[in-house]
């Protein structure tokens, strides 16, 4: 199942993009990090092709039903990063594929911190953030922050949308 491809994109590129589409309308999941839409099998054999470094799911089914989710509404496919329908959806940094616009649960803490000690590792005496740039936004927005009693970005329960 080739995807189409018009003249300025490579078949290659083609096929990659296709690889990372919903192959299957049963069992849709959204990664809980971008939002990216699979199939659960797509990722188990792929991983999420947006959070492979932070998530690593690839292989591993309780990593992917950890950091996934069938609870999520509405969708939005991206052929090209930086249009306006990807900027307006905050997708202007993800690759081709299908999106959730919103979805509902938090990726599990020790998934988080683990990622957070590997990056410390990895680069000795520099301090990873650990806060995606539109959390940090959403939270410079709010002035009161979390005093009002409203569920912090990334929370339990947290619904995470475009247009937070």
């Known amino acids: 199942a080739m995807a189409p491809a018009g003249p300025d994109v490579d078949p290659e590129d083609a096929e990659e993009i296709a690889r990372y589409l919903p192959n299957s309308t049963q069992g849709l ?15 188990i054999d792929y991983g999420c092709p947006n959070c492979r470094d932070a998530l690593d799911m690839q292989g591993n089914v309780n ?3 950890a950091c996934t989710t ?7 496919s991206l052929m090209k ?3 306006f329908a990807a900027r307006f959806n905050g997708l202007e940094n993800k690759r081709p594929g299908c999106y959730a616009l919103t979805v509902l649960g938090s990726i599990p803490e020790h998934i988080l911190h683990e990622s957070e000690m590997e990056r410390e590792r990895a680069a000795p005496g520099s301090s ?9 936004a959403s939270e410079a ?13 990334g929370s339990a329960g947290s619904r995470r949308s475009a247009r937070s």
């Not at 953030?129 to 940090?136: E, N, W, Y």
């Not at 709010?142 to 569920?151: F, N």
């Open 29 to 43: 999941r959204a990664c809980l990090r971008c939002r990216q839409i699979m199939t659960k099998d797509q990722f």
């Open 63 to 65: 990593r992917v039903v």
């Open 70 to 76: 069938a609870t999520f509404q509405g969708f939005v």
């Open 81 to 83: 990063p930086g249009t």
């Open 128 to 136: 990873a953030g650990s806060k995606r740039a539109d959390d940090s």
């Open 141 to 153: 927005a709010s002035p009161s922050g979390a005093e009002d009693g409203t569920p912090a970005p």
